[in-house]
């Protein structure tokens, strides 16, 4: 099986601007969450996806939004970029079933200058 | 609410010498508890998971970890370390009672495991 994938791997932006990444998870797997990863807050949650409905939330700005489409992909939208923003976001799938055994993605690595 | 507190940011080791990395959690339900590593500019990738019956738990690359819920801890252990090991490691904990999950991974901070020659 494939694992997760992310696009694009590294992405450079500038204060102000807005940003799409974009997961696709295992197949068969119906459940997608998103973690942003920085030095010194570490792996923070974001939110999860399951059948294209948003089950759980972190503690971020609405700046930080989802979405999942039927095939389960899923999008992450970072509006208004801020320097504090720039970390490594990384995506994981699972089946969405009990015990939550998730699979990373390689992650996306953002920039904001 | 679930927390994980990974006792220990850097671990230095000699090449086949033993390793415990440690993990305490907390939390006000029940947990299955894992172990993720990290490789340089890679993502998390699964080494083992506590999710019922027996509380040593086998993983890959001879890891291995003990589930001591009196203690809530959860520690990572290696007889033999290689230079290979060397990568951070991740403690995370999710929480379910009987309305099922809670769906999401909290993790610890990270321990780095530095094997040297």
């Known amino acids: 099986k494939a694992g997760v994938t992310q696009t694009p791997r590294y992405l450079i932006k500038t204060r102000g601007q807005q940003v799409t990444l974009s997961c696709s998870p295992i197949?068969?797997?119906?459940?997608v969450s998103w973690y942003q990863q920085t030095p010194g807050q570490g792996l923070q949650f974001l939110f999860e996806y399951f059948s294209e409905t948003q089950r759980n939330k972190g503690n971020f700005p609405g700046r930080f939004s989802g979405r999942q489409f039927s095939n389960s992909r899923s999008e992450m939208n970072v509006s208004t970029l801020e320097l504090g923003d720039s970390a490594l976001y990384l995506c994981?799938?699972?089946?969405?079933?009990?015990?939550?055994?998730?699979?990373f993605g390689p992650g996306t690595r953002l920039t904001v200058l | 609410a679930q927390s994980v507190t990974q006792l220990d940011s850097q671990v230095p080791v000699f090449e086949e010498a033993p390793v415990e990395l440690r993990c305490n959690y907390s939390?006000?339900?029940?947990?299955?508890l894992f172990w993720y590593v990290q490789y340089p500019n890679q993502g998390l990738q699964l080494l083992l998971k506590?999710?019922?019956?027996?509380?040593l738990v086998k993983g890959i690359n001879g890891f291995e970890a003990e589930f001591n819920k009196s203690q809530t801890s959860f520690h990572l252990r290696k007889p033999s370390v290689h230079i290979s090991d060397t990568a951070e490691y991740f403690c995370?904990?999710?929480?379910?009672?009987?309305?099922?999950?809670?769906?999401?991974?909290?993790f610890g901070k990270g321990t780095l495991l530095t094997v040297n020659p």
């Open positions: 995370a904990v999710t929480g379910f009672s009987s309305g099922g999950s809670n769906y999401k991974l909290t």
């Open positions: 197949s068969g797997h119906r459940s």
């Open positions: 506590y999710l019922s019956g027996s509380t």
């Open positions: 939390s006000s339900v029940s947990v299955y």
């Open positions: 994981a799938s699972s089946t969405g079933t009990t015990y939550n055994e998730q699979f």
